[in-house]
């Protein structure tokens, strides 16, 4: 059998200075980001507000919020990959700012934590599923139809 002897880590640890925490150059990124998912938020939290789901119902609202933006992420990285030179804060901006924050794991998670507390166990299941699958197959259709308007287009 082999020796159960610790090795220590003499590797050293890097703390960052006090009052730098993102380099220099990553701060327009930074600020894209934040300015985008502040925007995309706004816009998940108005469609809740417009199309509210009732207390113990399924919630449809999250899961077209988050088939729709899957299918906008779809979209925009078709439409980033076909651009010459896109600006470098673009995808930032749109994809994980705005994308990013008008989708929504977190509540994701929390409705099916509810379906299953009421004892709904079967919709938590059904919901759990539909939306992965949903989502992926929003980022497929959209990707691939982008990709053939595109192509028509240049024709």
Known sequence: MGSSRAVADTSPVRTPSPGRSAAPGQWPVVCAVSLGGGAGAAARYG?????PTAQGAFPWTT?????????LIGVLLVVIADLAAPHRLLRPFLGTGVLGGFTTFSTYAVD????????????????LAG????????????????RVFLRRRAR
């Open 47 to 51: 469609a809740g507000l417009l199309w």
């Open 63 to 71: 899961f077209l919020i988050n088939t729709v933006g899957c299918a």
């Open 112 to 127: 099916i934590r509810h379906l299953v507390d009421d004892g709904r166990t079967a919709a938590a299941l059904a919901y």
């Open 131 to 146: 939306t992965l699958l949903a989502a992926l197959a929003a980022v497929w259709a959209a990707a691939n139809l982008t």
